[in-house]
Structures are given as structure tokens and as C-alpha cells.
């Protein structure tokens, strides 16, 4: 009898990494699923939440490991789906589906071998295979704190369930092979019913397009968010990396996506913000991951490759970081400094306007008896005052309070836009013209607003007139 030694040798023999790649033939695309670390993590596939959250099992049984999964995955970009979708009836919805095993024990399992299925529409997945699926989700998963013997088995026969099922009712399948250092290879998709090929050929060949590798990428896209989370990019930044045609070389695709990482390097390095710099710098880590995984799997092959001086690309990418990020604290302390200006300025104007409400509230009945009416005649005189202009006084105060507000809200908001930066060259480059042109700017404001308020304002300066002639006027 052979040990269990025996067993595990003979397995990790019969199904190591040295059998990849497969077949050209059986797998004719390829492509990256991105680690930075050159060994993706198999615990992690089917966790997913975008494009919507996904319903998975991934369970260790010892011998290997079962992953079953699926996603609903909107793929539309039509403006308005769901308009579309009550008008025309068409839809860009599709569900997928994912049921996997490893070649091994977790601990020395170097690739991963499944199916993706397909459906596309919600009739196809609802009823009994949404709910049978499920099913087999719940079962795999509630073994994970089973202390049985026959858990293998269970899980098994759930994941088997499931992957009958999938493969009676699904519209499209799709194989994939999965190596531990990220790299992927898919086969042709196949079309379950010979109608629903021929009219997706048609219609695809029509836009010319090739629906099979659309397919495939599409199954690509699946898994890589099964399996990879979006740390340097906006998941929907999809085109990033896509699957390669193989053909008979196994070089260049590989050198195809060199070219993708780098491109998306460069590309995030142009904008001027610290963000996109920074997703250059983790997308430059996944570049040299990739480079990494080439040059082991290659060997001698690895020597035509293209050359990138990415320290120095790296170096840059750092300096540009450190750059938006000074200019951007000095944008920052301009702000918060005009901020603070404006503060400041309602502050003393509230102040200012309090105090004078206050006073005049506490004039308009002074603690003056009649008696002292001639005595205190100056203060008599500006308390009658203060009541008979109360309201003018009240309004006038108001005024005040909105000018100011509006003055230091517009100052803030156009402190570093565009208009403002546009004033400040004009009056550094040309500054007789700038003057003269802030100059008639000012008259005209002020004449527009003296032609059109002057009921008002001809009040305000009567009332302030008669203010000072009481201080004029000699006590009686």
C-alpha cells in the first residue's frame, strides 16, 4: 500500500506548474490577473463587490480546494438601461458563474482549473438555478465548521451539483486555467444553442467585432474581479489589461501587456494630480510583478524583452508626488489664510452691527424723566432720533451685513480660480491698463447702483445728515 506521501508526490508531480502553459490549441488566450507579490492568493477568489457583490463558497478540503461563484454583472453602457430596457426589451444584464478546483492541497496548489457560464438574461438564471446554486453556495460554505470525516465528499457532491446544472442551463461556457503567479488562459467560448451563436456572429461581425474574444474577455473580466482587488485604478478602468491571443508564441502577449502597464503608467503620470500619480506608482509595482513572473517562467526566452528604466520612472513618479503635494499645501494654506480673512471680517461686522442695534434699542427709551428733559436735552434729542430712524437704522445695518457677506463669499470662492488668476496677470503685465479698467469697472458699479437705489440711498443720507446736525445744534 503507498503511503500517504507516496500519494501527495505523485499528485504534485502529475499536475505541477512545469505543465504550463497548456496547449495553445485548447487555450488561445491568455492574460495577467494582477499580484503584486507574484503569487496570487486562491482564498480570495469570489469575493467580489463590484460591479455588484457576489454570492461565493471557496472551501480547503485538504486534497484541494472548491471555489463556486457567481455575479450579476450589468454590461450595458447605454445611457438610460432601464428606459432602454421597457422600450426595446433589450438589456444588458448577464449573470456569471464560476465553479473551480485546485490542482492541489492549498498549502503546494500552483494553478487552478474551472468553467465560467453564462446566461444571459434574467429569465435564463432565475427560477430553479439561481435557487439551486444558492443551495450548493450554503452547503459548501456551513462545512467549513463541520468536524466530520466525510466533508470532502459533501463538498464535492455540492460542487458537482452545481456545476451539472450550470452546464445544462447555461447559454455560454468558457474553460480557464489559472496559474499561481497570476497569468490566466482561456479557451473559445461555446455557445450552447446553435441559434443564439449564429445571431450573436451575425450581429457582432456586423459591427465588426469578434463576439468570441469579446466573450472571453468578458470571462476574463469576471474572474480577475473574483480574485483581484482594484487598489491603483477605478474598477471600471477595465481595459487596463485584456486578454492576448496566443497563437504559437508564448512571448509575446506577454510583452503586449508590458506595453498595457506601461502605457496606463504614463497615462496616469500626465494628470496633475497626486492621486493619478500614485495609481502610476502602484500600477509601475504591478508592472515589475509581472516582469518578475516573465523572466521565471521564460528563462532564456526572457532575454529579447523590452527594457524599462523603471527606477528611474519610479524616481520620477515620486518627485512628481512630492511636487503636486507641496503646491497642493500652499493652495491649502491660501485658502484657509482667505478663510480666515473672511472670518475675520463678518465677525468684526456682526460685532459692529450688535453693538449698534443694541444701542440705539437701549436710546429709544432713555431713563430720562421730564423733569430732566432740559437738562439732558442732547441725550433727549438722540434717543427722539434713534426711535423716529429705528427701522432705517435696522435696515441700514442689514445692508451692511449682506454687502458684506457677498464681497467676502465671491473674494473666497474666486481666490485661486481661473477669473482671479486672470485679474492678477492683467494687473502684473499690464498694470496702467489694469488700473484703468478696474478703475471705470468701479464708476460704473457705482454709478448703476446709485441710478437704480437712490430712493434708498437719498433716505439713508438724509437720516445720517440729521444725526449730525443734532451734534451741531446748540443743547436748549
Partial sequence: MKSADDCQTKLSTEFSVESFPPNPTARPYAGWIPTVNGRLSFRHIGDARRPTESIFANLDIGSNRVIVAYQHRPLSDVLFPRLIHWLYHVSGDFWFTL???????????DWI????????????????????????????????????ADVPGQANLAFDRARKLVEERADIEVDFDLDRNGEVYFGYPVFKEEALQRASEEFATSGGHNIRKWVADQCYFFLRDLSHAHQHHEPSSD?????????????????????????AIIRFKRDPDARSTSRAMG???????????????????????????????LLSLQAKAGEISTAEQI????Q??????VVASRTIVLAFVAILVATVAILIQP????????????????????????????????VIVLVTWITTAFNFRVANKRLARSLLEASYVRSQGAIAMFLLSALVVIGCTIWFFWPAMSSLLETAFDLLQL??????
Avoid at 118 to 139: N, P, T, Y
Avoid at 331 to 334: E, F, H, V, Y
Fill in 113 to 148: 482549473t474551472g468553467k465560467i457560464h453564462i446566461f444571459k438574461s434574467r429569465a435564463d438564471w432565475r427560477g430553479d438555478v439561481d435557487q439551486a446554486v444558492r443551495s450548493s453556495v450554503r452547503q459548501i460554505n456551513a462545512l467549513r465548521f463541520s468536524v466530520g
Fill in 239 to 263: 481595459t487596463i489589461l485584456i486578454l492576448q491571443d496566443r497563437r504559437d508564441d508564448d512571448v509575446q502577449w506577454r510583452k503586449n501587456i508590458i506595453y498595457s502597464l506601461q502605457y
Fill in 367 to 398: 431713563r430720562i424723566s421730564p423733569q430732566e428733559k432740559d437738562e439732558f436735552a442732547l441725550l433727549y434729542r438722540v434717543s427722539t432720533f434713534a426711535a423716529e430712524n429705528f427701522f432705517s437704522i435696522l435696515g441700514l445695518s442689514v
Fill in 336 to 341: 484657509n489664510g482667505e478663510l480666515a480673512k
Fill in 99 to 109: 465553479t473551480a478546483k485546485s490542482n492541489n492541497s492549498p498549502l503546494v496548489a
Fill in 283 to 313: 500600477i509601475l509595482a504591478y508592472c515589475n510583478s509581472f516582469v518578475a513572473c516573465c523572466e521565471a517562467k521564460l528563462k532564456q526566452q526572457f532575454v529579447g524583452f523590452p527594457k524599462f528604466n523603471n527606477d528611474a520612472l
Fill in 471 to 476: 451734534f451741531k445744534e446748540p443743547p436748549k
Fill in 331 to 334: 493652495i491649502s494654506n491660501r
